[in-house]
Every structure is written in structure tokens, then in C-alpha cells.
């Protein structure tokens, strides 16, 4: 759960792990099909360069591609965006994959929510990466 400085605005961040990749995929599954019954779920590219620059990121790291994204948008709530990451870790090598969530929370949300949860992304992408092996606390 994320409250944004001197606004109020919630935002919550949910994360899942897996290291078995048929498991994985079953559970992306089976949650796009849940969420698209309770709105809708489109594929989607984020931009978020100005918010990586603003979040340290150097020029060249905030105009490189990032994970797959996903925005779900509730019939009855803002929703967010979902990002998926397949063995991020060890180029590749590792048997790690994530699930990430985030979206707004409540009714206390700003004028541009997306704006807010893009912001919110940058931020936990600082490098490394905001993705960390289970286990691992942040650098």
C-alpha cells in the first residue's frame, strides 16, 4: 500500500512469484480471465520516460523497452496496470517469474491517477531493478 506525499492518494502494489514456468503462465491466465470478468484487460505500452528521468534513471535506461504491461480498468473501479517478467535475473538464466500489480486503492485517488501509478512504476523499477529474487532485500 503506497499513500502518495501531501495528496492522500492510495495505491497498492502486489506482487507474485513463481520458478516453475508452466505454473506461471496458468496463473497469468487464470487471472486476466478473472479480471476481464469484472472489467476489461488490454495489452498497452507504457511511456514512462519523463517519470524514469525524474526518478534517477539515466536518459539512455529510461528510453529502453520494459516488461510486457497490461491495463485493467473495473467496472466499478480505476484499476491499473499489471507487468509480467520472465527470468529477469542472471541474463536470462534464472527460473524466475513475476506477476506485478499496481492500481489505485479506495476512492482517494488524484486528478490523473495514471500519472500517479506510472510515477509509482518508475520508482520501484530504480535500478537494479525493482524485481528482486525472493529473499533478496533492496540494494
Known amino acids: 500500500m503506497y499513500i502518495r506525499e501531501h495528496t492522500d492518494e492510495q495505491y497498492v502494489v502486489d506482487q507474485w512469484w513463481y520458478n516453475n ?3 506461471f503462465r496458468d496463473e497469468k491466465r487464470i487471472l486476466f480471465e478473472s479480471l476481464a470478468g469484472i472489467g476489461e484487460v488490454s495489452e498497452t505500452t507504457l511511456d514512462l520516460g519523463d517519470h524514469l528521468l525524474a526518478a534517477g534513471f539515466e536518459r539512455s535506461d529510461a ?3 520494459y516488461p510486457p504491461a497490461w491495463l485493467f480498468v473495473g467496472k466499478t473501479t480505476r484499476g ?3 507487468l ?3 527470468r529477469p535475473f542472471d541474463d536470462g ?3 524466475d517469474f513475476f506477476i506485478v500489480y499496481y492500481g489505485t486503492y479506495g476512492n ?3 486528478p490523473d491517477p495514471d500519472r500517479s501509478l506510472k510515477a ?3 520508482q520501484r523499477l530504480t535500478p537494479p531493478s525493482a524485481i528482486r529474487a525472493p529473499g533478496e532485500g533492496a540494494r
Open 21 to 23: 514456468q508452466g505454473t
Open 63 to 65: 528510453e529502453r523497452e
Open 80 to 82: 491499473g496496470y499489471i
Open 84 to 86: 509480467t517478467y520472465e
Open 93 to 95: 538464466r534464472s527460473n
Open 108 to 110: 482517494t485517488v488524484g
Open 120 to 122: 509509482l512504476i518508475a
